[in-house]
């Protein structure tokens, strides 16, 4: 093996390392792992080693370098064409310096539509109590269709009014894209024409293209600059070797002597380059680069200068009145004070000295660009490796990732230590406080509209003193009703009259005429806030034949005993709290059954255990349905009062009320413990 140069690398399970001694380990094991132990030490290229230690180092992230295949070129430095004579071609290859690494990307595939004839095939498997593992997937792929909208269909005022409002319900929303969609015309791809947008217009190009420039490939160098003057940021794509042609020791001497004279006089090129006959031109600039046997020069992208942009805008340090003077005090500049706890809290957190110590014992750098990975790419790499040799990610999820993808995420304990009385310190300076949560209101779904004047009725649907009692006959409930709306209409005018906007030193309403020339109004302050306009008529609901205030929800329950099935669809809607809704339903179900008079809601509850049903095999909560399943029978035929009534009815609907089995929920997509035969004798007991 040593004649042949065969390496060879022994790996084992349990098998001692340097770092952990195995003890418990039978004497057959040992005496194999002695063996690869003299073995390998009489190999040349030989490795023994431990399979929990080789696990561990496969997720260890690395950088895998690439060997950029070189293309030839030529540089040239002058005109070649008009001045032979005073002109420079060098033959050049070039190859990439740098390579832009990214994620895998992945293919997305849907369960594919069963046929008449395979739903068939499955409902007779089902039937059979046979699994039934025809489930299969197809690739999606995209398609674009193109489609025009047709000026000939006029917009509405009504329809512009549905689609501006903002707060409108889903059917108004629904509405509005259905007319929109009557105005969209499908247009074919070949009647299009390629276009670039310039500014607010847009540009044709009737063949797909402009005319190229009329250019030869190379890579022209244009002129010389101080590197001085190289902006780093303004740098794009990747970063190219430029090298002389390896076959011609002329043509490396050649380009040697140019990159010594950049380097001695310190300049970078501007080139122009070319990669093929009639393609596209790229500016960059080369710079000169010497290893230790070979000197080469580095390209690099640079944009054209119609693509830089520059936008300047106000001063954030001096601020300038109406009269020309420098502000010297306000709220906009920062105090000295605050400017020397800002200081202090950003040399607290400097990183170049939070490292570990080197063996002089000083402080090293805590980040490196050179051992920080990418974790998008490697636990990408990482979990394609696991899903490959593992049958079940159930059984066997994921690991975590490798600790150092993950070291540079939270950041050091020392750091974090020295800059916490800097931080107390810029708190206390700059009055920091912590703001209270914004509460989220919950947006009703009923169609909500502005009160008529002759909508009197509309005053029974809020609560308080205007909801007319339990002795309140509907006659004295309308009188009420009156009485208040004219009230109300007398004490209008009252709320349109101008207020204090709540801060004394900033009315916009009250304001006197001479403050509109204070002259020490800043710039950047609006001379003018906008007047506020009378209120709004707040808008009420609809009126319904029977009020659902309330609901009679408990605590904590986003379900109601009211209207359950309402309750339940809606929130399903919201698509956030599918878990929530089916438990609550569940629970709702089972409180209503054992309450007086439940034999009246029989046919509204069996209508909820189908939805909840539906919901719970199509959302992947088949747990939740079989569990309810099991304790609403409990509580029909085992609890008291109990139900035995309506456990009567759901026997006599059968299978559809029943528990979820395996066939279906694997056909849904999901899975599930109960067989078909404990589905069909669970109703039947």
Not at 207 to 220: N, W
Not at 399 to 414: D, G, I, S, V
Not at 448 to 462: C, I, Q, T
Not at 506 to 531: G, I, N, V, Y
Request: proline share 6%; glycine share 6%; aromatic share 6%.
């Amino acid at each position: 093996m040593n004649a042949l140069s065969i390496q060879l690398t022994v790996v084992g399970v349990d098998f001692d390392d340097k770092s952990h001694q195995y003890e418990d380990k039978s004497d057959v094991k040992r005496a194999n792992e002695e063996f690869y132990q003299a073995l390998e030490a009489k190999l040349e290229f030989g490795a023994v080693g431990n399979c929990d230690h080789v696990l561990l180092e496969i997720s260890r992230p690395d950088i895998r370098e690439v060997k950029s295949t070189m293309t030839g070129n030529v540089l040239r430095i002058g005109d070649t064409d008009g001045r032979p004579n005073e002109a420079v071609e060098i033959m050049i290859k070039t190859s990439k310096a740098t390579a832009l690494a990214r994620p895998k990307g992945f293919k997305k595939f849907a369960r594919r539509k069963r046929t008449t004839e395979e739903e068939e095939e499955a409902a007779e498997r089902m039937a059979e109590d046979e699994p039934d593992d025809t489930t299969t997937f197809a690739q999606l792929h995209m398609r674009n269709e193109y489609y025009l909208e047709d000026d000939k269909v006029g917009i509405s005022k009504a329809d512009a009014s549905i689609s501006g409002s903002i707060d409108g319900d889903g059917d108004d929303a629904a509405e509005a894209q259905a007319e929109r969609d009557k105005r969209l015309v499908k247009v074919e791809k070949e009647e299009l024409v390629r276009g670039y947008k310039y500014g607010a217009s847009f540009v044709p190009a009737p063949d797909g293209e402009f005319p190229k420039l009329s250019v030869r490939k190379g890579m022209d160098l244009c002129g010389f600059f101080p590197d001085k003057y190289y902006r780093r940021e303004l740098a794009m794509g990747e970063v190219y070797y430029v090298w002389a042609d390896p076959a011609s020791p002329m043509q490396q001497v050649a380009l040697s002597s140019i990159v010594q004279a950049m380097k001695k006089e310190r300049v970078m090129g501007i080139a122009r380059w070319v990669k093929t006959d009639k393609g596209e031109p790229r500016m960059g600039v080369v710079a000169a680069y010497e290893f230790e046997e070979i000197d080469c020069l580095l390209w690099v992208q640079m944009p054209f200068a119609d693509d830089v942009r520059n936008f300047t805008f106000a001063s954030l340090e001096t601020l300038v009145n109406k009269k020309g003077e420098v502000v010297k005090e306000h709220p906009y500049l920062p105090t000295v004070k605050q400017l020397d706890s800002m200081a202090d809290f950003v040399d607290a957190m400097d990183l170049t000295d939070a490292g570990e110590k080197d063996e002089d014992g000083n402080r090293q750098p805590w980040f490196d660009t050179r051992n920080s990975y990418n974790p998008a790419i490697h636990r990408t790499k990482q979990a394609l490796f696991h899903a490959a040799i593992v049958q079940d990610l159930n059984t066997h999820p994921l690991p975590p990732p490798h600790e150092e993808l993950t070291k540079f995420f939270e950041p050091p304990r020392r750091v974090l230590k020295r800059a916490h009385s800097a931080i107390e310190e810029c708190k206390r300076a700059f009055n920091v406080r912590e703001v209270p949560k914004k509460v989220t209101r919950i947006r009703k779904d009923e169609h909500v509209r502005a009160r008529d004047e002759d909508d009197e009725m509309l005053l029974l649907d809020r609560q308080g003193s205007s909801r007319a009692g339990p002795s309140q006959s509907p006659t004295q409930s309308r009188v009420l009703a009156r009485s208040q709306s004219q009230s109300q209409q007398q004490t209008t005018p009252s709320r349109t009259q101008k207020k204090p906007s709540g801060n004394d030193s900033d009315s916009s309403q009250t304001e006197p005429e001479e403050d509109e020339e204070d002259e020490e109004e800043l710039l950047l302050e609006a001379k003018h806030r906008p007047e506020r306009t009378a209120p709004l008529p707040t808008p009420a609901r609809s009126l319904s034949p029977d009020t659902r205030i309330g609901r009679n929800r408990e605590p904590g329950r986003i379900i109601g005993l009211t209207y359950p099935l309402d309750d339940f669809k809606k929130n399903i809607a919201q698509g956030d709290v599918v878990t929530k809704a089916v438990e609550d339903l569940g629970y709702v179900i089972k409180q209503a059954l054992i309450r007086p008079f439940a034999s009246r809601r029989h046919d509204e509850m069996l209508e909820c255990m189908h939805e909840l049903r539906k919901v719970s095999l199509e959302e992947d909560e088949i747990d939740a349905w079989n569990a309810f399943a099991y304790e609403l029978k409990d509580v029909c035929l085992k609890s008291k009062p109990g139900n035995k009534e309506f456990w009567d009815n759901v026997r006599s609907v059968g299978r559809p009320l029943s528990l979820i089995s395996q066939p279906e929920a694997r056909k849904a997509g999901g899975k599930s413990a109960i067989t078909e035969s404990e589905a069909q004798k669970f109703v039947q007991d």
